[in-house]
């Protein structure tokens, strides 16, 4: 069997890499696990700064590969639907989610399709860059479902909630210059991973802990009340005032010269 899933590590940068191409990287469930574990792994490793998610082949991922999960029946509805303690998820809803929890941030290059479990999977990333001409949907209506990888926690922050509602009740698909102005895309670029990797390399060259925080920062203040997102704000900052890196990041600016940081320990 292919490897599902590859991770490359360079310079602070890792590159996944969904691995299906002949099935335009659709969801099996070897798929579900490999995704899975690729950002379980990355959560814990303190020396990448960056993360890019990308497809190999023609898409970046077509969503739920119907005909494998019917073959496998019931067994593997269970198995994606588990909740196992003390996680917050199920696997089905993990595949996204998990690229919520990496501290560094996610970037996701997208191209040809992308549209079901892949758009939700793209939707978790910190940072969308797609190629004009991707195709994206909020599938799951046109096979009798509701979107259930964690969409709710995702589309909902990005767009309006009457433009979710049309595009979950509709289906219908869309290219990304539609996407950009709704919201859902980051950036239009002609090779999404090659700018990827670009401002990957800028994110990469910043204080890796103050990155961390703003990811941090951004991922809960939204939801809280003003006085709380206040004292957030003070919270994430005070570990960084006089930190090594902060402090190299000031002398480097003062010395105009590229900073020299150490990854967390």
Same mark, same amino acid.
């Given at each position: 069997m292919t490897e599902r899933v590859t991770c490359e590590v360079e310079a602070g940068v890792a590159t996944v890499s969904f691995n299906r191409p002949e099935k335009h990287n659709g969801l099996d469930p070897a798929m579900f696990d490999a995704i899975v574990e690729a950002g379980e792994a990355l959560r814990e490793r303190k020396d990448v700064r960056v993360v890019i998610l990308r497809g190999e082949g023609a898409s970046f991922c077509a969503g739920l590969d119907f005909k494998a999960f019917m073959a496998g029946g019931a067994a593997v509805r269970d198995k994606l639907l588990a909740r196992p303690e003390p996680q917050i998820a199920n696997l089905a809803q993990r595949v996204a989610w998990v690229w919520t929890e990496v501290p560094a941030p996610v !970037?996701?290059?997208?191209?040809?399709?992308? !549209?079901g479990g892949g758009l939700q999977i793209a939707l978790a990333a910190d940072i969308r860059i797609a190629h004009p001409e991707s195709t994206l949907s909020v599938r799951e209506i046109h096979w009798g479902l509701i979107p259930d990888m964690s969409i709710t926690r995702t589309l909902g922050r990005l767009v309006p909630l009457d433009v979710a509602k049309e595009l979950t009740f509709t289906g219908r698909k869309f290219d990304a210059v539609e996407g950009q102005r709704l919201g859902l895309v980051t950036r239009l670029a002609d090779d999404p991973l090659a700018a990827a990797r670009e401002l990957a390399e800028t994110i990469a060259a910043r204080s890796p802990e103050a990155v961390r925080a703003s990811k941090q920062l951004w991922a809960r203040a939204p939801e809280l009340s003003d006085a709380d997102a206040l004292l957030l704000e003070t919270e994430l900052q005070l570990p960084l005032l006089g930190s090594k890196n902060q402090l190299e990041a000031v002398m480097a600016g003062f010395?105009?010269?590229?900073?020299e940081f150490e990854d967390p320990s």
């Open positions: !970037i996701a290059a997208v191209h040809g399709t992308c !549209i010395q105009k010269r590229a900073p």
